[in-house]
């Protein structure tokens, strides 16, 4: 009996150890799949966080290249902006000057023109015959301001077939002008500029470009800007007039042409009419002229070409005279 308690015991006991190993086993491969499940869900879950961060790196690049983009147009729009506000700038400075300006001649006292004609009446004008090939104005006022303040400059350009005809035979570009007026403040600086600078090298740097050039000044006594202006609006209206004949001189011509034109197909075309009904009159036109007496009073004339006798008015004269 003990021995068979004990057998039992043992049995039981080993299936307890069995069960457990069982148990233990199956908790194992539990704990095995739960690591496996953990391993795929770490490796989706890190794959997703890579997919996020690329999503998230490919949206800031372009949402920073969206602002880079904006921040390029802001930036043109505000240079866009900033260039018309500085020319509207400057032409409100213009407007505005040229309202002072007018608003100063507008009230100008009797004092204040005064004045303006004594400054005008102190002012001198130089006339240029020949100025130096592409000297530009300002670089004219620089020479001449040497000897004293220059009020204005005016240069006539050269002929635009000149420089054309120059430009398309590979001359200089640059543009040239032929004559010139400089007007200065005081008559005494332009008296002196012309007595120094007339028939001279303009000097200055060996290294300038109008160094060895001649300039040909002159001084206009008595007379003013105004002067030239005047003269240079008659002159205008002098070619506008002359190119105003001109142009009904033309018209003349072409309407005459027209209407001689017009006429000679009139006239062909009565005659071709002629022609086909076969009217056409071959004898030449008859023209009639009435010949007038020639008389004369030369005494190597004929007794016929003479005068029979003298008017009656004649006779009544040398009858008083005589």
Same mark, same amino acid.
């Given at each position: 009996?003990?021995?068979? /308690?004990?057998?039992?015991?043992?049995?039981?006991?080993?299936?307890?150890? /069995?069960?457990?190993?069982?148990?233990?086993?199956?908790?194992?491969?539990?704990?095995?799949?739960?690591?496996?499940?953990?391993?795929? #869900?770490?490796? #989706?879950?890190?794959?997703?966080? !890579?997919?996020?961060?690329?999503?998230? =790196?490919?949206?800031?690049?372009?949402?920073?290249?969206?602002?880079?983009?904006?921040?390029?147009?802001?930036?043109? !729009?505000?240079?866009?902006?900033?260039?018309?506000?500085?020319?509207?700038?400057?032409?409100?400075?213009?407007?505005?000057?040229?309202?002072?300006?007018?608003?100063?001649?507008?009230?100008?006292?009797?004092?204040?023109?005064?004045?303006?004609?004594?400054? @005008?009446?102190?002012?001198?004008?130089?006339?240029?015959?020949?100025?130096?090939?592409?000297?530009?104005?300002?670089?004219?006022?620089? !020479?001449?301001?040497?000897?004293?303040?220059?009020?204005?400059?005016?240069?006539?350009?050269?002929?635009?077939?000149?420089?054309?005809?120059?430009?398309?035979?590979?001359?200089?570009?640059?543009?040239?002008?032929?004559?010139?007026? !400089?007007?200065?403040?005081?008559?005494?600086?332009?008296?002196?500029?012309?007595?120094?600078?007339?028939?001279?090298?303009?000097?200055?740097?060996?290294?300038?470009?109008?160094?060895? #050039?001649? @300039?040909?000044?002159?001084?206009?006594?008595?007379?003013?800007?105004?002067?030239?202006?005047?003269?240079?609006?008659?002159?205008?209206?002098?070619?506008?007039?002359?190119?105003?004949?001109?142009?009904?001189?033309?018209?003349?011509?072409?309407?005459?042409?027209?209407?001689?034109?017009?006429?000679?197909?009139? @006239?062909?075309?009565?005659?071709?009419?002629?022609?086909?009904?076969?009217?056409? #009159?071959?004898?030449?036109?008859?023209?009639?002229?009435?010949?007038?007496?020639?008389?004369?009073?030369?005494?190597?004339?004929?007794?016929?070409?003479?005068?029979?006798?003298? =008017?009656?008015?004649?006779?009544?004269?040398?009858?008083?005279?005589?």
């Amino acid at each position: 009996m003990g021995k068979q /308690d004990t057998l039992k015991d043992l049995l039981a006991v080993e299936e307890d150890s /069995d069960v457990s190993s069982d148990s233990e086993a199956l908790n194992s491969r539990k704990h095995e799949a739960n690591d496996e499940n953990d391993d795929f #869900d770490s490796d #989706d879950e890190e794959e997703e966080a !890579v997919f996020q961060t690329k999503k998230k =790196s490919n949206l800031e690049r372009f949402q920073d290249h969206e602002s880079d983009g904006d921040s390029e147009e802001e930036e043109s !729009v505000t240079k866009n902006e900033s260039v018309t506000s500085a020319k509207l700038d400057e032409t409100s400075e213009m407007v505005e000057e040229q309202k002072k300006r007018t608003s100063k001649l507008k009230k100008l006292t009797p004092e204040q023109l005064a004045k303006e004609q004594k400054k @005008i009446k102190k002012t001198g004008v130089c006339y240029l015959s020949t100025i130096p090939p592409y000297m530009k104005p300002v670089k004219l006022r620089s !020479v001449l301001s040497r000897f004293g303040k220059l009020d204005r400059i005016f240069l006539k350009p050269e002929d635009p077939s000149s420089y054309q005809r120059r430009v398309k035979y590979g001359g200089n570009k640059k543009k040239r002008f032929t004559e010139g007026w !400089v007007e200065f403040v005081n008559k005494k600086d332009a008296k002196l500029c012309a007595q120094t600078m007339n028939g001279n090298i303009l000097g200055g740097k060996k290294s300038s470009y109008y160094h060895d #050039d001649v @300039i040909n000044i002159k001084y206009l006594p008595g007379f003013k800007w105004f002067d030239l202006t005047q003269q240079i609006a008659k002159e205008n209206e002098i070619r506008q007039s002359k190119l105003a004949l001109e142009i009904s001189q033309q018209a003349k011509l072409n309407k005459t042409f027209v209407n001689n034109v017009e006429k000679s197909k009139y @006239i062909n075309r009565k005659r071709k009419e002629a022609e086909s009904e076969g009217k056409e #009159d071959k004898k030449a036109p008859k023209r009639s002229f009435d010949q007038r007496d020639v008389t004369t009073t030369r005494a190597e004339a004929g007794s016929s070409f003479k005068k029979a006798k003298n =008017s009656d008015n004649l006779e009544s004269v040398l009858s008083k005279v005589f």
